[in-house]
């Protein structure tokens, strides 16, 4: 079975400075997607950004980038300029062909003014 | 387009009440999910259904039943509730599996409590 680890289940930062949040994954499939979700206070699931497997160029959203290791199977989020409002719970996810999504256990992320 | 949307919002149950927890996208979405969330634990799949006319069992499907209505809806039912059933559920859907990257899309939740 697939398995997805976030291995930080708190993180904190500056408000203004860089956070990376670590994602790793289990799979033998080679055509598969990554997504990180963010999960504010609200409990709304809202998706940051995708990674296709076979793009070995790195998804990028604003402030939001990853860090896709392919090999080494890790999937990292980094956040630039926090703000207040990226405060919240994020959750890596892992798709392979199918209908199933795999979720890891939740990365809460502070952000100090 | 209203997205995905869940009723209720919350719910109070007694050990042993039945409920059923509904759900309905507008997206003409071909799969549905349904997931409980516990502190620590993250998202954990209950059933889903591929298509219309399909259901199947994801890691944690004892003590909940499924029914897919249509393409639109996909229920949740509680038989008979349990402590260990208070969590919040969520409902998703996406698009059928071919097109992967695609992502799900939520519904906002529903806590629910089993006293």
């Known amino acids: 079975a697939q398995t997805v680890t976030q291995s930080q289940p708190e993180m904190s930062v500056q408000e203004a400075e860089t956070v990376t949040l670590s994602c790793t994954y289990d799979?033998?499939?080679?055509?598969?997607?990554l997504f990180w979700y963010k999960q504010p206070p609200s409990r709304q699931m809202i998706l940051v950004i995708r990674?296709?497997?076979?793009?070995?160029q790195n998804a990028t959203e604003n402030r939001f980038s990853v860090n896709f290791q392919k090999a080494a199977k890790s999937f990292s989020l980094k956040i630039s300029d926090s703000q207040l409002g990226d405060a919240a719970m994020y959750f890596c996810?892992?798709?392979?062909?199918?209908?199933?999504?795999?979720f890891g256990t939740g990365t809460s992320l502070t952000v100090i003014p | 387009n209203a997205g995905v949307t869940q009723t209720p919002k919350f719910q109070v149950l007694k050990t042993g009440q039945s409920m059923t927890l509904q759900c309905a996208q507008d997206m003409n979405h071909n799969s549905m999910y349904w997931y409980r969330q516990d502190p620590g634990m993250g998202l954990r799949l209950i059933y889903y259904?591929?298509?219309?006319?399909?259901?199947d069992k994801g890691e944690v499907p004892n003590g909940y039943n499924v029914s897919r209505l249509n393409k639109r809806e996909f229920s949740l039912r509680l038989e008979s509730a349990a402590p260990s059933q208070t969590s919040v559920y969520f409902c998703a859907s996406s698009e059928l599996g071919g097109k992967v990257r695609d992502e799900q899309f939520f519904g906002p939740g529903t806590r629910l409590t089993v006293l």
């Open positions: 259904s591929a298509s219309e006319g399909t259901t």
């Open positions: 996810a892992y798709r392979r062909t199918g209908n199933q999504f795999y």
């Open positions: 990674q296709e497997a076979y793009k070995q």
């Open positions: 799979t033998s499939e080679s055509d598969y997607y």
